[in-house]
């Protein structure tokens, strides 16, 4: 099976998932000052949910820790971006 | 300087186990210094993606002779093809070579799979003497009268001490920004890439692509395989897969509201790419920064007790012809290493001292090939070269081989032909033209 | 107070792959880890540990398991020992724990076992039994909370359907706890750094004082593998002689009742047993005695 769908995609790598999160979106901000939402397109996990009411959902569970989202943000203090504690997270096999 | 308990005072720690880290560590701890190599992820490697062609052999082979014989790499590369793509076809720039360095001993370059090379590499550099420590996170420098004197690991009395700290932390380098070598980057700098390996017999892999053996071969894509994102795609033979990815500048993912997992779909459905790898299955998808604008985007590369070394550095040179970053990130990685011996044997860890870190980075070509290439990435990740350029040239060859009873034009009025019909201006070409030369040719 | 704590490094399901033409495990694409519910029974016996208590682990498994046990070391345990022996192979849980109530005895044995109640890998959930009935004690299994109160253990279990039970055992006695009830804590760094070159002490058959005599069980024979074949089912049909509402209700609720489990309250543990014994000879899941 070559052509995959995202979730085929993301089921092929191995997340530890820690405790606690290690990005945090103030949907606020996204909610009251962001019209661009670069974060929903950008990651390449689609960790990024669209609310509603306009604000940003963060699933950080599956998340490849490699800064797109912290770039692409255009809004100061939106994405408070850190990394997994250490051993947890995103762990590749192959590539 | 103040004294810390032996056990948690080092000569140097190292930030991040990748190829840089290792490269520092395995020379640092080979000199007889005290190393501590810092790693966040479960093993060295788990943490890193790349294509990965890894085109520095030579460099490694000074440190450990013959190293491809025991290290697991994949293929070595001995044809490379850059192919310039419209939606339906592809005209390739097609380079073999079976001969001395390429196809023999140290060899060009080696298809590898990070998590198992990077792996390795830190086992070397244990081997070597080097203390590597696993699932380690660093989140800030030590600081005592203005020196940077160690690093803080995120764990309880995480405080550890180093007479220098070399930061190969990669592509976000959070320690360079800590030690405030380094400023917030605009998404215009740094390209995503989303890569699978897909599974494929040797057998087939060989039959597939000519290959006899262990050869390998390197295909790189430019034009509209990224639609209209600026970026470009690759696809690397590995024993038993194939490596294949879409690389986006994150500013031009943006603007254009594209997924970069849907341009991968698209990629491997473009009709020269689909065969190629026909019947493979999925084995792992991943994704990773490219900090592609190498020069333009090079920190402070040292501080008073600190260095920095690799993709942290911006040591990636991503210039059409090139996509290297590995054996630069060795490079300075040994350069960082060799700074701070020296900077052991003067006792004296200023940055006036640690200031030789760019004699050494010239002497092992790293900065003088970034700066000789400094033009290129702003000139590549243009939206003429990006998305024009291959099209156009596509295109052409699509109309001169084409035999449809219309009368045959020659090349010359036909290419100005295209031109005139492009929405591209001649003097903007001519301008081109001279970019391109500036870029690569002196 | 000496606590043991047994630990499995096992194969994080998620790495898993099964080729589906052949049945193999992709073993080049299988990553370790110590097994949540382990994990789990770590994190209390450390919470648990008096000033003057010990936390000593326990794996059964190859050189690899070194590391976990090392990881436990980090965070916290007292000592540690590996059982190995190169004649193993894969191990049945009974044999599993043989090997771990010898390895408790070579030092005084604890007040108290935990363990996880199920591996990932496995996951028959005997180990806790078995273990109990090597060293003759008590043991609690499903345990979701205990507490510890003048030398009783109080614990509260979990049941079928949601339902809890709370009981006592006294000490020494082993538990099995459930999975995901807290994690482990994050060593500290000097810990992470000291235990990296810590030795794990290796216990063989000899050491143990067993033979591989003792480890031998009648072979289990797998003549052939067939999917799952349900019993017929008894179509529904509503009561007649209920009323119309019974009949409505009957209908709505498709004839599903809840099912009553018969509990063996009386007689001896050796009747009750061969009161199991003969209910799984009657639906065919043991063959009957030829």
């Avoid at chain 2, 040239?393 to 036909?414: C, H, N, S, W, Y």
């Avoid at chain 3, 809840?258 to 065919?284: M, V």
């Amino acid at each position: 099976m070559v052509m995959t769908t995202h979730e085929e995609k993301m089921r092929t790598v191995r997340f530890r998932v820690g405790a606690t999160p290690h990005i945090v979106v103030n949907s606020e901000i996204c909610r009251n000052d962001c019209s661009v939402h670069a974060c929903v397109y950008v990651c390449p996990a689609n960790l990024f949910v669209p609310l509603d009411d306009g604000g940003i959902l963060f699933n950080y569970e599956q998340c490849f820790e490699c800064g797109t989202c912290y770039v692409a943000c255009n809004q100061e203090g939106a994405i408070r971006w850190s990394y997994p504690d250490g051993g947890y997270g995103v762990t590749f096999r192959e590539s | 300087m103040t004294t810390h308990p032996a056990n948690q005072q080092f000569d140097v720690i190292v930030v991040g186990a990748g190829p840089a880290g290792s490269a520092a560590a395995l020379l640092a701890a080979r000199a007889g210094l005290k190393v501590l190599l810092l790693e966040r992820g479960e093993y060295p490697g788990a943490k890193n993606a790349s294509g990965a062609v890894f085109y520095g052999s030579a460099i490694l082979n000074e440190l450990i002779p013959n190293w491809w014989e025991q290290a697991p790499v994949e293929r070595h590369i001995c044809r490379r093809d850059i192919a310039f793509m419209s939606p339906t076809t592809a005209v390739a720039l097609d380079f073999r070579s079976a001969g001395v360095g390429f196809a023999t001993a140290p060899y060009n370059g080696f298809t590898v799979l990070r998590p198992k090379f990077d792996r390795w590499l830190a086992a070397q550099a244990e081997a070597a003497g080097a203390f590597v420590l696993t699932s380690a996170v660093v989140d800030d420098v030590l600081r005592e009268k203005g020196h940077i004197v160690g690093v803080r690991v995120r764990r309880e009395q995480g405080e550890i001490y180093g007479k220098v700290v070399i930061a190969c932390d990669g592509v976000n380098s959070f320690l360079a920004k800590k030690a405030g070598l380094q400023r917030e980057f605009h998404p215009h700098e740094l390209s995503l890439g989303v890569k699978e390996v897909i599974g494929l017999d040797p057998a087939i892999i060989q039959d597939r692509f000519h290959l006899t053996d262990n050869d390998g071969i390197a295909f790189e894509y430019l034009g509209a395989i990224t639609e209209d994102v600026h970026g470009g795609a690759f696809l690397y033979t590995n024993r038993d897969s194939l490596s294949l990815g879409v690389i986006g500048q994150v500013s031009s993912l943006v603007e254009r509201r594209k997924r970069p997992y849907e341009l991968l779909e698209r990629f491997k459905a473009h009709p020269a790419v689909a065969p190629l790898v026909r019947g493979g299955k999925l084995r792992e998808y991943s994704a990773h920064l490219i900090p592609e604008s190498g020069w333009a985007m090079k920190p402070k590369l040292y501080t008073d007790g600190m260095l920095v070394a690799g993709d942290a550095a911006g040591f990636c040179l991503a210039a059409g012809l090139y996509l290297e970053g590995m054996n630069y990130a060795m490079q300075s990685g040994l350069a960082a290493a060799e700074t701070a011996i020296f900077a052991c044997q003067k006792n004296n860890f200023s940055a006036r001292v640690l200031a030789a870190y760019q004699k050494n980075l010239k002497q092992r070509h790293v900065s003088t090939d970034f700066r000789a290439y400094r033009h290129a990435p702003s000139f590549v990740n243009g939206p003429r070269l990006q998305n024009l350029y291959p099209e156009m040239v596509a295109r052409g060859m699509e109309q001169i081989f084409r035999v449809d009873g219309t009368p045959k034009r020659k090349i010359l009025p036909l290419t100005y032909r295209m031109v005139r019909q492009s929405t591209i201006k001649p003097g903007q070409l001519l301008r081109d033209v001279y970019q391109v030369a500036r870029a690569y040719l002196w | 107070m000496r606590i043991a704590v047994c630990l499995k490094y096992v194969p994080d399901p998620s790495t898993i792959e099964v080729d589906p033409l052949t049945g193999l495990i992709d073993a080049g694409r299988v990553l370790y880890m110590m097994n949540p519910a382990d994990e789990s029974a770590l994190e209390l016996a450390l919470r648990l540990r008096p000033s003057n208590g010990t936390v000593t682990v326990f794996s059964v498994g190859p050189v690899e398991a070194d590391r976990l046990l090392q990881d436990a070391l980090a965070a916290g345990a007292d000592a540690a020992l590996r059982v190995w022996d190169d004649s193993l192979g894969s191990l049945k849980p009974i044999v599993t724990t043989m090997l771990l109530a010898a390895a408790l005895r070579v030092k005084e044995l604890p007040d108290l076992v935990l363990c996880g109640g199920h591996s990932v890998d496995r996951g028959s959930g005997t180990v806790p039994a078995l273990l109990a009935e090597h060293l003759d004690w008590p043991v609690a299994t499903d345990v979701t909370q205990f507490e510890l109160r003048s030398g009783r253990m109080r614990v509260q279990r979990r049941l079928a359907r949601g339902a809890r039970a709370e009981s006592e055992v006294t000490l020494p006695a082993i538990l099995g706890l459930e999975s995901g009830l807290v994690h482990l804590r994050q060593a500290s760094l000097p810990n992470l750094m000291r235990v990296k070159h810590t030795p794990i002490p290796l216990y063989g058959l000899e050491e143990l004082g067993l033979s591989p005599q003792d480890l031998h069980f009648p072979a289990m024979t797998l003549h052939e593998v067939m999917p799952p074949r349900p019993r017929t089912r008894v179509m529904f049909t509503p009561d007649i002689h209920g009323s119309v509402q019974e009949r409505v209700a009957q209908i709505m609720s498709a004839g599903v009742a809840g099912k009553t489990g018969k509990i063996l309250e009386s007689g001896t543990p050796e009747q009750q047993a061969d009161a199991i014994i003969a209910f799984l000879r009657q639906r065919g899941f043991l063959e009957q005695p030829t």
